[in-house]
């Protein structure tokens, strides 16, 4: 079992885990990256790019003009970025660097910042340290997923709750990241300096029979949650893993999760 933490001790954050996370949701990804493109951007900065997976996707459909920055405070990351950035045509750069501090942001006309406010100490100064760095008619775009929000089924509701509450019990106070960050990401925009919000859910599902990439995704989800439940709430979860996922004809299963996606200008 690996919390997969990556060199700089951010949870979630290693460069296996990262692939893991992002092969389950390629296409859904791919889908994203082309509805924020219709923008035309002529500089994307992508702040917490890990090991650059979105903007190798957006490599792909970007005009060949747009110039990419990925910004990452982890060396690890930003040499596997660079690895797996040597074969784009454009101009590109990653930078390792903090991005709460705002000296090191440079203007942009799209910043993204994708599951990042979970490891922001100031949700609303990064925020107002982005606005003024935006480029004119540019914007920043959020998405920010909550362990709230995930649900995997069927599963009986009193052994659901078990679960759910052990594991907000062991995380929720975790002074390395908040899992639970969707309401405090929605409060630091309401009250920033952008004067155009656009705030969406986006839903991402699935139903079995599973793609093996998504299985995966699944099955280490469960294993990385169950290290941190009481020993009731693990075995619970651990038979629901034997019974939907780890059997060779398992019966049909769900997997939902809902994303906090925002447009600010
Ligand atoms: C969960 S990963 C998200 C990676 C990518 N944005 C994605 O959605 O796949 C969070 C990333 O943010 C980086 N990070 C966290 N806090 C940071 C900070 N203050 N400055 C720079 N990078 C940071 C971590 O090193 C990690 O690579």
Redesign the pocket.
Known sequence: MTSWI?K?G?P??SSEW?QIHHNAKINERMHFAKKILQSSPACIVDL???TG??LNILDKIASANCHFIG????TA?ISKAKEISQNWKRSHEFIQS???SSSNIPCADMFLV???FS?VNDSLNFLNSLHKKLNKNGCVVIRQYDEGTMRFGPMDNKERFEIEMSLFTALSDSNMFRHYDIDRTIQAISASDFTQKDIEFDVFEKRSPYTNSFKHYLDETINWNAQFLSETARNLLIKWQEKYVATPNPEQSYFVEVDLVATLS
Not at 71 to 74: A, L, N, Y
């Open positions: 990556n700089s951010r979630l954050s990262l917490g790019c890990g997976l979105w910004i990452d405070g982890d990351a903090d991005i709460e994708f599951n990042m490891y």
